[in-house]
């Protein structure tokens, strides 16, 4: 059994930064961030894989966000530089216990509760 606890969300201007902290227990394969806002569809942010530190990003975050983990405080985090006002959104981590898509929300069988982040002009 997985939990994961998020913080770290907040309010911030456009250009500004965020990190995002996920306290994370129990064996994990790999972890991800998520978001939804408004509206819209659950999207893959980005994917690290706990053995190895691989990590992967969408298209959208590439170079302006960063996964990583921390293996001692068992904590997975998110920092979000450069943000923009389409960055706001629910931000959710993940994490599976063995392979499947990382990159699908589906291949997660364990959540956090969501913490918000909002980019004003």
């Known amino acids: 059994q997985v939990q994961l606890v998020e913080s770290g969300g907040g309010s911030v201007q456009a250009g500004g930064s965020l990190r995002l902290s996920c306290a994370v227990s129990?064996?994990?394969?790999?972890m991800g961030w998520f978001r939804r806002a408004p509206g819209s569809e659950r999207e893959w942010v980005a994917t690290?894989?706990?053995?190895?530190?691989?990590?992967y990003y969408a298209d959208s975050v590439k170079a302006r966000f960063t996964i990583s983990q921390d293996n001692a405080k068992n904590t997975l985090y998110l920092q979000m530089n450069s943000l923009k006002l389409e960055d706001t959104a629910m931000y959710s981590c993940?994490?599976?216990?063995?392979?499947?898509?990382?990159?699908?929300?589906?291949?997660?069988?364990?959540w956090g509760q969501g913490t918000q982040v909002t980019v004003s002009s």
């Open positions: 993940a994490a599976a216990s063995s392979a499947s898509n990382p990159f699908n929300p589906a291949g997660y069988g364990y």
């Open positions: 129990g064996y994990t394969y790999y």
């Open positions: 690290i894989y706990t053995r190895t530190g691989s990590a």
